[in-house]
């Protein structure tokens, strides 16, 4: 007899409102091998929890039925509890009546129905399950950081302050991202370079992180505890180890090429750092536009350095290292607004600019020092619009989302150009403000109170007139269409995800949302795991936001990864794959289709039939790297590769009970 | 007339010359049978016997299956392969069943033997071999089927095939006259038969297949691509798979039979060779390499190389369909 507990939570009104509970309890009891079957409000809470534990121990209960939420909600909560117990925490099935039945059903007939059949059907599956056993694999104690923004730069800190060996990996010479490519930052209006810089420093100067500029991830293998990275090291083509960043090289570089950092307003040499302030704060030569390097002519910073830093014969080069936690923290980038907005010149109008842009023209380290000057002819706008929401909130331009922070940097600008400009008048086009944050309401109120003009529209066309910008739009408050003639024109733009991110991500097995965000593991319960073990968010790969949130979830993510840092081993998932090696002909359908790269083939000596040694291919499965997620077995034609908790038999059992 | 008799003098010879050398413990090829019209396999074990072996119109078994009976051996083996062996034996390397250097392969380019089961073939010249015992010139175009203008079926021929259904031509390879016409037809004239009817049709014509099916498994057997060590058909506990004799277990055997070759299949035709019930079973697996074909738009063509990957069973991060 298996004597099986079936247990139906009402969810409060959840399940209880749709579902006959107690119809459902009541059909339970009649069901071959189930000894018990009883229903109460919260299963998932402390009393609901002892009672099913009062019932394995008074009814001698062997496997247990739960019918209550998504597995994915709490199947852990009662495997734990059912460690208490002294019944193996793997002869446990969720029947899930809330997701696939009470929030999808009105009619409580047909409700009641199919949880019935939903309860029969894992009944029947907890009566095949076989009890199960975790395994443990040791942990390498190095985290690393993908993306040295300020994001990556306070989860390293973070962890490494904790006492664990961090690395940094960021693809641009220098660490600092967007944050440090900002002014002031709202709303309490600090310069961002000078709460960023200091952090820098911190950790180019702290002995637990080892700081990797100019690197990508090229491959990645291994899982949770233990990944084994392929970095490459992009060539810098200056030896990094004797240059003091004396800047003589820099000075007599001949190229001129458009400063990305400073958002093409102004030129930078081809050995370069990205800012003054750059960590490491020595240059690099940019390959694609050296003299030495494309032609093999001018070789003038070789010449220059006094410490014959210079290495023209500098290579890219890969080398593996093993992590034990990740933290990505890929970023964002702006959306290309010029290749969406043909109504707003497309670019052709040089005093149309984005954001970042106006962050430069704004900063004091910038290119034009601070000064609001027009990029076309250097003189002071008078008359300024922002546009927010460009590419935000607009699915005809393939993107939905809010980015957030615009509401807010758009007040920022406005309040910036009254303050720096005396006379100047501010038009911000909106559609809606959104100030949710602590202190964000007051600094947009003030920005109104400043004089910033705010209308409540779209601007629909943006066109040349007398040597002037006109802005059209409709303020929708007035219903009137309306023109702006401007000196200056900014486009507060849309967020996306970071070139690359999505890709980068699936090295690690974490995936991205439609819209390239990359994905949490729950929205609201495990916002900086992923579906990886081992793989956390930080900052803005998983989604818009500003400079707090960013802060405040990468030191989550540094949490979650100091938290597994500080285990020596840990418990690894028993419901893996298993090999029947008589069974299994090697021809290696699972090897292809694995996404994790957990099965191989290896070759198997043994008598067989009339062969002494007879060799032949057979499936090994890696249990580190198997996730269980069973793409094998369907592949297995012969089914000699089977997912334990959920084999072939299992299942069938399942579906057989469905249809008797 | 064709040179049937001068390329069996060099089977002959190419085969008594390794079994003399000790390359091979034997060879695999055709042998005479006291019906005039029929051959069977030899395993010529010796040059006496290997001067047995035979090469006409009547070599219709494909011999790239025998090779699996001795995929545990530590000895070679010699085989005559034509177009579909040959892909059957890059088949069974992919799979991992054979070991390369254990074959040794005498190419021997194939001017088609039976006019309904080879029509569709483009691939009639070796694509692997040890040794070509003669140059494929005068073959049909070899080398990719976009090569060969696909030969449009007319009412006639779909009557005909499904004639060949309705009466099951038991034996029909024995008595098929010697000058048969093997000229190309369509590479998939026998799934575009089934094609053009209509959804009752389909169904009524499914439904006289799956019922004259006696579940014996000679397709199974005779398949290069079926070289699993366990056949789930033969496991006691399979629990999808009926045992019974009913036209609803034959219909989920013939279904799950035509998936688990769909993407490996080598077109070689053995299955329907070997029904005892004159099944069209190659049409219904052509079918599925058709639907292959139309989804990516390249053509997919298995057994041309040992390294090819499965269209069904690969991982790839640009999966359109991201399940996982």
């Known amino acids: ?660 | 007339m064709n040179n049937f008799s001068q390329q069996q003098q060099k089977i002959r010879s190419a085969a008594s010359r390794l079994l003399a050398d000790g390359t091979v413990r034997f060879v695999i090829g055709w042998a005479p049978t006291r019906f005039a019209e029929r051959t069977t396999v030899l395993f010529a074990h010796t040059e006496a016997e290997a001067q047995a072996l035979v090469w006409n119109a009547h070599c219709t078994a494909a011999l790239g299956k025998y090779l699996l009976d001795h995929r545990l051996a530590d000895y070679a083996v010699g085989i005559v392969a034509r177009g579909c062996e040959s892909r059957m034996i890059n088949r069974l390397l992919t799979d991992h069943q054979i070991w390369r250097e254990r074959v040794y392969i005498l190419g021997a380019p194939c001017p088609g033997m039976d006019a309904e089961r080879c029509a569709g073939c483009r691939e009639r010249a070796p694509v692997v071999w040890d040794e070509l015992l003669w140059d494929a010139d005068g073959m049909p175009e070899t080398g990719g089927r976009q090569d060969a203008a696909p030969t449009n079926l007319d009412e006639a021929t779909i009557a005909d095939v499904g004639a060949g259904l309705a009466l099951p031509a038991v034996g029909a390879a024995c008595s098929r006259p010697l000058d048969t016409d093997t000229s190309l037809r369509s590479r998939f004239f026998r799934a575009e038969a089934v094609e053009g009817l209509s959804a009752a049709e389909k169904f009524s014509y499914w439904d006289e297949v799956y019922a004259k099916c006696i579940r014996c498994y000679a397709c199974r057997q005779a398949c290069p691509v079926c070289s699993c060590r366990a056949c789930y058909v033969d496991m006691d506990r399979q629990g999808f798979q009926g045992k019974q004799h009913s036209a609803a277990d034959n219909r989920v055997f013939g279904v799950t039979r035509a998936f688990h070759v769909a993407d490996r299949c080598v077109e070689c035709g053995e299955c329907e060779r070997v029904c005892p019930m004159g099944l069209p079973i190659l049409g219904q697996t052509q079918k599925l390499i058709k639907e292959i074909e139309a989804l990516t738009g390249e053509a997919y063509v298995q057994g041309m190389d040992a390294e090819e990957e499965n269209f069904l069973g690969a991982f790839d991060l640009d999966d359109k369909d991201d399940f996982l």
């Not at chain 1, 459902?24 to 069901?31: G, I, S």
């Not at chain 1, 929401?389 to 910036?416: F, N």
């Not at chain 1, 507060?492 to 991205?512: H, I, N, Q």
């Not at chain 1, 968010?537 to 979830?553: F, H, N, R, S, Y």
């Open chain 1, 1 to 660: 007899m298996s004597r099986i507990g079936v247990f139906v939570c009402h969810c409060g009104t959840n399940l209880a409102s749709v579902v006959d509970v107690e119809k459902v309890a009541a059909a339970a009891r009649e069901l071959p091998g189930v000894s018990y079957a009883a229903e109460y409000k919260y299963m998932c809470s402390e009393p609901g929890q002892q009672m099913i534990l009062d019932a394995i121990a008074e009814h001698g209960l062997k496997r247990i039925v739960i019918a209550s939420c998504s597995p994915r909600m709490h199947e852990t909560t009662f495997r734990k509890m059912l460690k208490k117990s002294g019944v193996n925490e793997y002869l446990l099935e969720i029947a899930n009546i809330r997701e696939q039945v009470s929030w999808v059903h009105t009619d409580s007939g047909v409700a009641t129905e199919k949880a019935v059949d939903l309860v029969r059907m894992a009944v029947a599956k907890v009566a095949k399950d076989e009890p199960l056993k975790a395994s443990s694999i040791p942990i390498t104690k190095r985290a690393l950081v993908v993306g040295g923004g300020i994001a990556g730069i306070q989860a390293a800190l973070d962890i490494a302050d904790a006492g664990h060996e961090v690395w940094l990996l960021e693809r641009e010479p220098s660490i600092g991202g967007r944050m440090v490519m900002l002014d002031k930052t709202f709303p309490t209006l600090d310069c961002s370079a000078c709460i960023s810089t200091p952090k820098m420093v911190d950790m180019s100067a702290h002995p637990n992180i080892k700081l990797l500029t100019s690197c990508e991830v090229a491959a990645v293998r291994g899982y949770i505890g233990n990944f084994t990275v392929t970095i490459r090291q992009k060539a810098k083509y200056v030896n990094q180890d004797i240059c003091t960043g004396c800047g003589n090289c820099e000075e007599k570089c001949p190229v001129k090429v458009k400063s990305d950092f400073n958002k093409g307003l102004s030129d930078r040499p081809a050995i370069y750092r990205l800012f003054p302030q750059a960590v490491p704060a020595k240059p690099v030569i940019d390959r694609a536009h050296c003299l030495k390097l494309t032609k093999d002519r001018c070789g003038l910073c070789e010449k220059v350095c006094p410490l014959g830093c210079i290495d023209y014969a500098d290579e890219d080069r890969e080398y593996d290292e093993t992590f034990g936690a990740v933290v990505l923290a890929t970023g964002y980038g702006l959306c290309d607004w010029t290749a969406m907005y043909d109504e707003y010149g497309a670019g052709r109008f040089a005093d149309v600019i984005d954001g970042l842009a106006f962050e430069r023209l704004v900063n004091a380290s910038g290119p034009t020092e601070g000064h609001i000057v027009r990029p076309s002819d250097g003189a002071e706008p008078k008359t300024v619009v922002l546009v927010k929401c460009v590419g935000s909130r607009d699915p005809k331009k393939g993107k939905p989302w809010c980015s957030r922070a615009c509401c807010m940097y758009a007040a920022k600008h406005a309040h910036q150009i009254l303050e720096k400009i005396p006379g100047a008048r501010v038009f911000v086009f909106y559609i809606d403000v959104r100030t949710p944050g602590k202190n964000y309401e007051e600094f947009y109120d003030q920005t109104r109170k400043d004089g910033a003009v705010y209308v409540r529209g779209r601007v629909s066309r943006i066109y040349k007139e007398g040597g002037r910008l006109i802005c059209q739009g409709e303020d929708s408050l007035l219903g009137k269409q309306v023109r702006v003639a401007a000196d200056l024109v900014v486009l507060e733009t849309a967020m996306e995800p970071a070139a690359g991110a999505r890709e980068t991500a699936a090295l690690f097995g974490a995936s991205a949302d439609a819209n390239g965000w990359l994905q949490e593991a729950h929205p609201k319960l495990r916002p900086v795991e992923t579906q990886a073990g081992g793989v956390f968010l930080a900052g803005t790969c998983q989604g818009p936001k500003d400079i707090p949130d960013t802060v405040a979830q990468a030191s989550g993510a540094a949490a979650k990864a100091i938290g597994l840092l500080n285990k020596d081993e840990m418990e690894t998932s028993p419901m893996i794959v298993a090999v029947d090696e008589a069974k299994c002909s090697g021809c290696g359908a699972c090897v292809d289709i694995c996404p994790f790269g957990a099965l191989s083939l290896e070759i198997l000596t043994a008598r067989e039939g009339r062969w002494e040694r007879a060799e032949r291919f057979v499936c090994k499965v890696n249990a580190g790297l198997c996730q269980g997620c069973g793409a094998c077995t369907v592949a297995c034609r012969t089914g000699a590769i089977d997912l334990r908790g959920f084999r072939n038999v299992q299942i069938l059992e399942e579906i057989d009970a469905l249809w008797t």
